[in-house]
């Protein structure tokens, strides 16, 4: 999206003015001061008026950023498609989230109708007044890119996104940012014995792949890297433990949120720069009943050597984020940072508002992910993560099994994934917020994008 100042856009077809009886647009015609102090007066907050040589689109603004952007999607949502740029005038204390709104709203996965060139937004121009800041403005046009990548790639079917299609979609990214992106294939998987992995491959005909990715600012203010892992499931049917088909294994292609999340969070540090030295694990294979599946009653060694019961091929998150966060240890992180779609107890608990997180890193970092996740919109909600939740993932033949009890379930797979990092740890369960089956305001029905933003906004004040 072109996002533009300009002086003067009196002459646009579309208007979008946004303001209140303190902060009234300056740079208004006297017919459009008329008509926004008219609507000031009413009780409504929004208002489109055709009948004027521009189409106006009137919006009172709120001290409520969330309320602002989902002004922005009304306003995408109200606008014909066939319009390709819009004007908007406002104070710049509302502007940017309105904008946000608009272009996180913009958003369409069109790839496979036949007919897609007739369902195309064709809005490619956003001119705004003087008073923006145009690497504000920058911002906001990565943070789309970025959320749009993370929603292409939970969108794809695995008939497109394999494990290895991810791996090449992640290292398109690195090209493009000069991120340095390494891609384990299964025989280096093999070589380094990373059981978990290995063994949710192997009912697949498809090969998995593990993809380092490391952004380093040439002065990073962390002295040790922050790690940021994400589950790979590209597809998910539970295995040998058959999921249902309907509202489960008809929407599995988004098992892959997680590596969605943390691929486009350090895509998005690197378009902007941020000056911090970031590193993204992403573990990936899809999970099938055929070949030589692994079945429940197997023991499986990991990559540090630890043992594990499967009890459930379902629970295959959590053996291939395992490995993952055990080798996170060779980079002597400061953090590390898991997500994954991994439990329906998460979806359970709090839905698709937020997601749960736990661990035990230092509560300056959960403060600063809290404050992060209410600032962008896509909030959490911390869980407690006592010692006692681990005991329900002990064996009695092996070291760990990798299901626990009929309860707390997202906390007790966050402590089977913590006894797999060394590092000071924060596990995001973001099984409900990552895909919606409607949409809400600026987020789609399908692949949310969730955790882009909330990583960013984190990474970017993190201290």
């Not at 600063?368 to 993932?393: H, N, S, T």
Request: net charge negative.
């Amino acid at each position: 999206m072109n996002l533009i100042i300009k002086d003067n856009i009196e002459s646009y077809n579309y208007k979008l003015i946004i303001g209140d009886s303190d902060n009234i647009p300056s740079s208004l015609s006297s017919d459009e001061q008329s008509l926004f102090n008219t609507f000031l007066a009413k009780e409504e907050d929004f208002k489109q008026i055709s009948n004027l040589e521009s189409t106006l689109f009137l919006v009172k603004s709120k001290d409520d950023r969330e309320k602002m952007r989902a002004v922005g999607a009304k306003v995408r949502t109200t606008l014909d498609r066939k319009v390709t740029e819009i004007a908007i005038h406002g104070n710049a204390l509302f502007l940017y989230d309105v904008i946000e709104g608009l272009l996180l709203s913009n958003y369409q996965f069109n790839r496979y109708f036949k007919d897609k060139e007739d369902k195309v937004n064709l809005l490619e121009s956003i001119f705004v007044t003087s008073v923006a800041n145009q690497a504000k403005l920058d911002e906001l046009n990565s943070i789309a890119k970025a959320v749009y990548w993370a929603r292409d790639m939970v969108n794809e079917p695995l008939s497109f996104l394999t494990a290895e299609q991810l791996a090449e979609e992640i290292r398109l990214l690195g090209e493009e940012t000069n991120m340095s992106v390494t891609v384990l294939e299964k025989s280096q998987i093999e070589a380094l014995k990373m059981g978990g992995l290995l063994a949710v491959n192997k009912g697949s005909i498809d090969p998995p792949t593990f993809t380092v990715v490391e952004y380093k600012s040439p002065n990073p203010t962390n002295k040790k890297p922050i790690v940021l892992v994400g589950k790979g499931v590209v597809y998910d049917t539970g295995g040998l433990s058959l999921k249902p088909t309907p509202n489960s294994m008809d929407i599995m292609k988004c098992d892959m949120g997680g590596a969605a999340c943390v691929s486009g969070a350090i895509y998005l540090a690197a378009l902007q720069k941020l000056p911090l030295h970031i590193i993204a694990l992403v573990p990936a294979t899809d999970n099938r009943p055929g070949l030589n599946a692994y079945v429940p009653g197997d023991v499986v060694t990991m990559f540090d050597g630890t043992t594990v019961e499967v009890l459930n091929t379902d629970a295959e998150g959590r053996m291939i984020l395992a490995d993952a966060l055990a080798y996170s240890k060779k980079f002597d992180p400061e953090l590390v940072i898991d997500a994954a779609t991994l439990t329906g107890s998460a979806n359970a608990a709090i839905g698709i508002q937020a997601s749960c997180i736990m661990g035990n890193a230092d509560d300056r970092y959960f403060e600063q992910l809290d404050i992060a996740g209410k600032d962008c919109y896509e909030r959490v909600v911390r869980f407690p993560f006592w010692d006692e939740y681990f005991e329900d993932m002990k064996s009695s033949i092996a070291d760990l099994k990798n299901i626990g009890g009929p309860t707390a379930g997202m906390i007790t797979a966050g402590k089977f994934l913590e006894h797999f990092v060394e590092a000071p740890y924060i596990h995001m369960d973001i099984a409900g917020p990552a895909w919606l089956n409607a949409a809400s305001a600026y987020r789609p029905k399908g692949g949310s994008g969730y955790g882009v933003r909330l990583l960013y906004q984190f990474l970017k004040n993190y201290a």
